[in-house]
């Protein structure tokens, strides 16, 4: 009787945690979808390119000097710490939801079984050679277009779309362009998942960047009674792996697809599934039992110190982008006097240092000197970098008297001046 009490509690408790589970493959598709789209859109639009040819660089669809090496390496710092952060609190989460080479797979091997349940064929019938042809030349395709648009992020949009339809005319942009479809084409056609298991770089550095609270999927071992070894876990999984094995496995790219399986099959019994997102392996850490905050990843000091960095990176991006720098300016001569029955002209060496990310045009005034003029009077100074250049204060011959006379040379920025004193010096004859 006791026993029978327990299973009438338990059977609601059981059918409630089924249906609570979270399906990771739609949204997993939805993010690869726009980040996919985004991976086009930047270069194209000036949200992210670094032209080589023309020395300019846009980010956040501002266009900087190339020659900006600090915001260059600001941006470069952004980027780590953004991985480094992802990486530390949510393990493979780049791996199995943002990066390309798992969107190129999936799309690869999505298109494949489309196809061949389109031609409603498999090996060994007659129709399977045209699915895998369609399937070929939709893959040559996309490579062509991801060419370009990789392409596109070194150089001008336009420069690479000429190249493509007629490299001969650019051959290095041309070559650019087609060594770059080329090695999409070669991934997406035989290595696919060969690459991120052995080859890619990050798996292995992902062990220095994790420990016991990252997230990660996890088999729930302790209902392993529940299990009822249909193996879907392992058929869904694009890795080939079976989660059963452990927690932390090289070739688990945190995808959820065999979470989703497992829901499935269990959810149909009215069970919850054995497989989900566990920050750790403690049997107590139950997600739905976790803070707002804990969700999240921030579970001491040493997470919420990784995840501050982004931010701090971001801020200082931002203002490099879109704050000023005071205008800053000096004067010295250059020694070149000269002095004719109708004028006396200094020559001087102006160096400037424009706090402004873009570049802007300042204008040169003279007070301290009767009838003064400078050449040139305005000049277009280069984003937040220095420059000199020369000019010429220039006063008539009558109005100026002979020796040493105080002068002021005003840079100004639409609003911001600067002002610089110096010597104009008059022979007297």
């Not at 598709?29 to 000036?46: H, K, W, Y």
Request: proline share 6%; glycine share 8%; hydrophobic share 45%.
């Amino acid at each position: 009787m006791l026993d029978l009490t327990d299973r009438i509690i338990q059977t609601p408790t059981l059918t409630r945690a089924a249906n609570d589970n979270l399906k990771w493959h739609a949204p997993r598709r939805l993010l690869q979808a726009l980040c996919g789209v985004l991976l086009v859109l930047l270069p194209f639009t000036n949200g992210l390119r670094l032209d080589l040819r023309r020395d300019e660089f846009y980010f956040a669809w501002h266009k900087m000097a190339a020659h900006d090496l600090f915001l260059l390496l600001w941006v470069a710092l952004l980027g780590t710490a953004l991985l480094s952060a992802v990486s530390f609190l949510y393990g493979r989460l780049w791996c199995g939801w943002v990066c390309p080479q798992t969107l190129a797979s999936d799309f690869a091997d999505s298109l494949k079984t489309r196809l061949d349940k389109a031609f409603q064929t498999r090996p060994g019938r007659p129709r399977f050679l045209l699915s895998r042809g369609v399937w070929t030349f939709g893959v040559l395709a996309v490579s062509l277009g991801t060419g370009v648009t990789l392409a596109s992020y070194w150089l001008a949009p336009s420069t690479v779309l000429s190249a493509a339809a007629a490299p001969w005319h650019d051959w290095a942009a041309g070559l650019t362009v087609y060594l770059t479809a080329f090695a999409v084409a070669a991934d997406m056609l035989w290595l696919r998942r060969t690459f991120c298991a052995r080859a890619c770089p990050y798996g292995p550095l992902l062990s220095s960047l994790t420990d016991q609270n990252t997230l990660a999927v996890r088999y729930l071992n302790e209902r392993d009674d529940d299990c009822i070894h249909c193996h879907k876990c392992e058929v869904d999984c694009p890795m080939g792996i079976d989660i059963k094995q452990g927690v932390g496995q090289h070739g688990c790219i945190g995808c959820g697809e065999c979470i989703d399986a497992c829901n499935d099959v269990l959810g149909k019994r009215g069970k919850a599934g054995l497989i989900e997102f566990r920050y750790g392996t403690d049997p107590e850490r139950v997600t739905r039992t976790l803070t707002p905050v804990q969700r999240l990843g921030l579970w001491d000091n040493r997470r919420w110190g990784v995840a501050a960095t982004v931010p701090l990176c971001l801020a200082v991006v931002l203002f490099l982008i879109y704050g000023s720098l005071p205008l800053a300016a000096s004067l010295n001569a250059n020694g070149a006097i000269v002095r004719t029955a109708s004028v006396v002209s200094n020559g001087y060496s102006l160096t400037l240092s424009s706090g402004k990310p873009q570049p802007a045009r300042l204008t040169l005034t003279v007070s301290g000197l009767p009838d003064a003029r400078v050449q040139p009077n305005a000049i277009l100074a280069p984003g937040r970098d220095s420059a000199t250049l020369p000019i010429t204060i220039t006063s008539s011959a009558s109005s100026v008297k002979p020796g040493r006379t105080p002068i002021t040379l005003t840079v100004r920025d639409g609003r911001t001046s600067e002002a610089v004193q110096t010597i104009f010096y008059a022979p007297a004859h």
